[in-house]
T-cell receptor, first 111, second 110 residues
Framework: QQQVKQSPQSLIVQKGGISIINCAYE??????FPWYQQFPGKGPALLIA?????SEKKEGRFTISFNKSAKQFSLHIMDSQPGDSATYFC??????????FGPGTRLSVLP | DVKVTQSSRYLVKRTGEKVFLECVQD?????MFWYRQDPGLGLRLIYF???????EKGDIPEGYSVSREKKERFSLILESASTNQTSMYLC?????????FGPGTRLTVL
């Protein structure tokens, strides 16, 4: 029940395309859903996050869509750029304490 | 800027050695975390701490212990390193919901 599933494992997108990464969770006690971006040799960094009281959050080219009834959320990267090439992790947390991470998606954006 | 630093970027140890990984944060955060990161498994929580001298087991605490004597410092200890503990170790701190990660320590146990 603590698991967060993430797909796809890897993703290749052409420059200017849309990258979509999906996550699903089981524990309905989770109330905070962040996405982290990790470049090689660096620790993960918070990209964008959403609370379950909204269905969508947008920050620049990055959008989280959240479906509470389906217990699913996704990250959309619009106009993908080669600089977006990184590993992306979704996560879920209850009260900002017990964070559970998905296995990660390696995104490659081709120039 | 929040800064989380880890004592070593790369570490090579032998089986059976006692290993100390140090983490320091400079933002007076109450919460600190230790994760290990393995390909295809994401980040798995080893231990976390909500306050000085407080610690809670995460999902994979076996073979590890932690110490938090000061608010800014959280140490991960491998009592007797084994080859299956070869991994990337990430430290993080948070006050509310946002976690800030250090750059990681890549530990190899021979």
């Amino acid at each position: 029940q603590q698991q967060v599933k993430q797909s796809p494992q890897s993703l290749i997108v052409q420059k200017g395309g849309i990258s979509i990464i999906n996550c699903a969770y089981e524990n309905t006690a989770f109330d905070y859903f962040p996405w982290y971006q990790q470049f090689p040799g660096k620790g993960p960094a918070l990209l964008i996050a959403i609370r379950p009281d909204v269905s969508e959050k947008k920050e620049g080219r990055f959008t989280i869509s959240f479906n509470k009834s389906a217990k699913q959320f996704s990250l959309h990267i619009m106009d993908s750029q080669p600089g977006d090439s990184a590993t992306y992790f979704c996560a879920a947390s209850n009260y900002g304490q017990n964070f559970v991470f998905g296995p990660g998606t390696r995104l490659s954006v081709l120039p | 800027d929040v800064k989380v630093t880890q004592s070593s970027r790369y570490l090579v140890k032998r089986t059976g050695e006692k290993v100390f990984l140090e983490c320091v944060q400079d933002m007076d955060h109450e919460n600190m975390f230790w994760y290990r990161q393995d390909p295809g498994l994401g980040l798995r929580l080893i231990y976390f701490s909500y306050d000085v001298k407080m610690k809670e087991k995460g999902d994979i605490p076996e073979g590890y212990s932690v110490s938090r004597e000061k608010k800014e410092r959280f140490s991960l200890i491998l009592e007797s390193a084994s080859t299956n503990q070869t991994s990337m170790y990430l430290c993080a701190s948070s006050r509310q919901f946002t976690q800030y990660f250090g750059p990681g320590t890549r530990l190899t146990v021979l």
